[in-house]
């Protein structure tokens, strides 16, 4: 019996993610503390060639894009932060409109020596990237922003009637009381929505990311995030205004069964060299739910000339 115990117990560390080191990045990586901006980036840096720079959203962490970097690392300086508020950054009280986000990345790049980087981004993510393309534009040779909106750009007033998107509006301290120990279920279902197969967000993954947001300041800081959007679409609106569209090259993807076309169809209005993309067989969860074929239409598009 003992030894069918240990089996047992074999067994499930190679079937949960968690267990199994999903979430370990490849050999080479290392990861560093980094002041900037008056906060502190956790980042995660591997690889050699061109810089390309990792932007992740709400609900998960930097530790989602494992995958992408293990790919892009070949011939890339692969760059992975934790946004401020979130996994193991720094989680200040405050801060949290994009631009301050965007000046977060930038001194990211400064202290790594990093002029120039490609950016992918995801959901909350996009927002900082097209922040960061907006206010420096030199410094981003490509942009693929995946299945999330942008505040103040294109559709956005139709985007915020969508009622599954309630909680853009959900905060303050009452809220973060209601969620207090009870992280999983309020993450849950933002992983249960907005999944085309909630099944492919697996257990272990679950597991890693709500300890991760039960952390002290993580719902508030997530809260956060949320309330600076309309900060952040007078920020882009002026930006607009005053700049006009970017220009570097955009691939602008969608989950089939989220937001699909439409993410191209916001990006068209902030920017004037946009290709679409579809990533098939998903919803909002790209790396969750079809790891490969997001790899491999983002490492398309970097490798093509400029």
Avoid: C
Wanted: charged residues 20%.
């Amino acid at each position: 019996m003992p030894r069918l115990f240990t089996l047992v117990l074999a067994l499930m560390a190679l079937a949960s993610p968690a267990l199994a080191g999903a979430f370990d990045f490849p050999t080479g990586f290392t990861t560093r503390e980094i002041a900037s901006n008056g906060t502190t980036i956790h980042v995660r840096v591997g690889g050699k060639g061109p810089a390309v720079l990792l932007l992740h959203g709400y609900g998960e962490t930097g530790d989602m894009w494992v995958a992408m970097a293990a790919d892009l690392a070949r011939d890339h300086t692969v760059v992975v932060p934790d946004l401020r508020g979130m996994g193991l950054s720094a989680k200040p009280a405050t801060g949290y409109s994009k631009v301050l986000q965007a000046a977060d990345m930038a001194g990211v790049l400064d202290t790594l020596k990093i002029q120039k980087a490609d950016v992918v981004a995801h959901d909350i993510g996009n927002m900082v990237a097209y922040a960061l393309s907006a206010r420096y534009p030199g410094r981003v040779t490509r942009l693929v922003l995946i299945d999330a909106p942008v505040p103040g750009i294109g559709p956005w007033e139709e985007v915020l009637k969508n009622p599954l998107l309630w909680h853009f509006r959900f905060g303050g301290p009452d809220m973060e009381r209601l969620v207090a120990g009870r992280e999983r279920i309020y993450l849950d279902r933002f992983w249960n929505e907005f999944s085309a197969t909630p099944a492919r967000f697996t257990e272990g993954a679950r597991v890693h990311y709500a300890k991760l947001y039960a952390q002290p300041g993580a719902m508030h800081a997530g809260f956060s995030q949320f309330a600076a959007f309309d900060q952040d679409a007078i920020d882009n609106r002026a930006f607009l205004a005053t700049n006009g569209l970017l220009h570097m090259p955009v691939l602008a993807l969608g989950g089939e069964k989220s937001f699909g076309p439409m993410m191209a169809t916001v990006m068209r209005a902030g920017a004037t060299n946009v290709t679409e993309g579809i990533v098939p067989d998903s919803g909002h969860w790209i790396m969750e739910e079809n790891p490969a074929a997001t790899v491999k239409l983002v490492r398309a598009f970097l490798d093509k000339p400029l």
